[in-house]
């Protein structure tokens, strides 16, 4: 496995419950990388096993050819962000950022000016004499920020540092985190459960489930082609009907159903078998139209067959639930169609997930 930051085979317990399963993960020197999930599917654990506060019980890690599985934290060339930011309380913004300086002993002359530089990187030079509580929220992110890059470390962990932050700030601050971490050059991995997060941010989003990686990718990658359901539904493809499939050649029959007309599409690079299947797609992926539109054709897609029960505007697109039978969808148009109303939702083939229904 080739990579900067490698992590190979890691399994992590907590007494007699495996949190990491066998995780193989390279990271390249420079990248950004983010772990994306759920609370509970070992993405904190993974960051913290790779910052050297838990020990694999089986695997290896290793930092451009060096194993560090068993080194203690201060040794690994690591920094870490928390959550909670972790400040001094009772120390200032320049004692913050220089506080690990300090405890390697860094000389003063040296030490101020790397304080200095770190406050000029983040736009912090006004607010060294001010204590963290005399901060905002995203100027407390970035004294954080500033003590982990003060090191110069060899690689930066993110422990979902924005999610204390309002939605206003955290949509600059993330991009500021981006820019700078391009701008130097550094190796970073981003924990997060905030999709669109991961995806502004990230050169690369790792899925994480049940203590597994259930896919790696580009965000272009995970967003548009998810290899499960478990990734497809993640990624926001929310909406779900069970379909019978037909697959010959390089093509997939939909069979008719009840709430769905006849279909034919290209079968791509999907694995299927003829059989039963679950169908996924995002809301704003989808065409509505008034029931009976014979413009629709069996090669348009999937075409679904419902009933408004519910509409709402959140904002650009009317948002309707629409019923078919048991099922409940989430559909976005910029046509408002009223309650009651039968409709069709057409779903285009590049929008359709279809994986095996178990």
């Given at each position: 496995?080739?990579?900067?930051?490698?992590?190979?085979?890691a399994?992590?317990?907590?007494?007699n419950?495996?949190?990491?399963?066998?995780i193989?993960?390279?990271?390249?020197?420079?990248?950004?990388?983010a772990?994306?999930?759920?609370?509970?599917c070992?993405?904190?654990?993974?960051?913290?096993?790779l910052a050297?506060?838990?020990?694999?019980?089986?695997?290896?890690i290793?930092?451009?050819g060096?194993?560090?599985?068993?080194?203690?934290?201060?040794?690994?060339?690591?920094?870490l962000v928390?959550?909670?930011?972790?400040?001094?309380?009772?120390?200032?913004?320049?004692?913050?950022?220089g506080?690990?300086?300090?405890?390697r002993?860094?000389e003063?002359?040296?030490?101020?000016?790397?304080?200095?530089?770190?406050?000029?990187l983040?736009g912090?030079?006004?607010?060294?004499?001010?204590?963290?509580?005399?901060?905002?929220?995203?100027?407390?992110?970035?004294?954080?920020?500033?003590r982990?890059?003060?090191?110069?470390?060899?690689?930066?962990?993110?422990?979902?540092?924005?999610?204390n932050?309002?939605?206003?700030?955290?949509?600059?601050?993330?991009?500021?985190?981006?820019a700078?971490q391009?701008?130097?050059?550094?190796t970073?991995?981003?924990?997060?459960?905030?999709r669109?997060e991961?995806m502004?941010?990230?050169?690369?989003?790792v899925?994480?489930?049940?203590?597994?990686?259930?896919?790696?990718?580009?965000p272009?990658?995970?967003?548009?082609?998810?290899?499960?359901?478990?990734?497809?539904?993640?990624?926001?493809?929310?909406?779900?009907?069970?379909?019978?499939?037909?697959v010959?050649g390089?093509?997939?029959?939909?069979?008719e159903?009840?709430?769905?007309?006849?279909?034919?599409?290209?079968?791509?690079?999907?694995?299927?078998?003829?059989?039963?299947?679950?169908?996924?797609?995002?809301?704003e992926?989808?065409?509505?139209?008034?029931a009976?539109?014979?413009?629709v054709?069996?090669?348009d897609?999937?075409v679904?067959?419902?009933q408004?029960?519910?509409?709402?505007?959140?904002?650009?697109?009317?948002?309707?639930?629409v019923?078919?039978?048991?099922?409940?969808l989430?559909?976005?148009?910029a046509?408002?169609f009223?309650?009651?109303?039968?409709?069709?939702?057409?779903?285009?083939e590049?929008?359709?997930?279809?994986?095996?229904?178990?």
């Open positions: 496995m080739d990579g900067y930051l490698i992590i190979s085979k399994h992590v317990r907590y007494g419950t495996e949190v990491l399963r066998g193989d993960l390279s990271v390249r020197k420079g990248e950004f990388v772990l994306l999930g759920s609370s509970g070992g993405k904190t654990t993974l960051l913290r096993t050297g506060f838990n020990t694999p019980t089986d695997g290896t290793s930092i451009d060096r194993d560090v599985t068993r080194q203690p934290p201060d040794k690994r060339g690591m920094a928390f959550q909670s930011y972790a400040l001094w309380p009772h120390m200032s913004v320049d004692q913050n950022i506080y690990g300086l300090k405890l002993r860094v003063a002359t040296a030490a101020r000016q790397r304080i200095d530089e770190m406050k000029a983040l912090l030079q006004a607010l060294g004499s001010r204590k963290p509580s005399e901060l905002s929220g995203g100027q407390r992110q970035r004294v954080a920020l500033g982990a890059l003060a090191i110069n470390p060899d690689i930066l962990l993110l422990d979902e540092p924005l999610s932050l309002d939605a206003r700030i955290r949509l600059t601050v993330r991009h500021e985190i981006s700078l391009r701008r130097l050059g550094i970073a991995v981003h924990v997060t459960h905030d669109e991961a502004v941010m990230a050169d690369r989003i899925i994480m489930n049940g203590g597994e990686i259930a896919q790696a990718g580009s272009q990658e995970v967003y548009n082609r998810p290899n499960s359901d478990f990734v497809a539904a993640f990624m926001g493809a929310e909406n779900v009907v069970e379909i019978n499939v037909n010959f390089n093509s997939i029959g939909i069979s159903g009840r709430n769905n007309r006849k279909a034919v599409i290209d079968r791509g690079d999907r694995q299927l078998v003829t059989g039963k299947a679950i169908a996924r797609f995002r809301s992926a989808v065409r509505m139209t008034p009976g539109d014979a413009s054709s069996e090669r897609g999937l679904l067959t419902g408004v029960s519910q509409v709402s505007y959140p904002g650009g697109l009317w948002r309707h639930v019923h078919l039978g048991e099922t409940s989430i559909v976005d148009s046509t408002r009223e309650e009651g109303a039968a409709v069709e939702i057409t779903v285009p590049p929008a359709l997930y279809i994986f095996a229904r178990n």
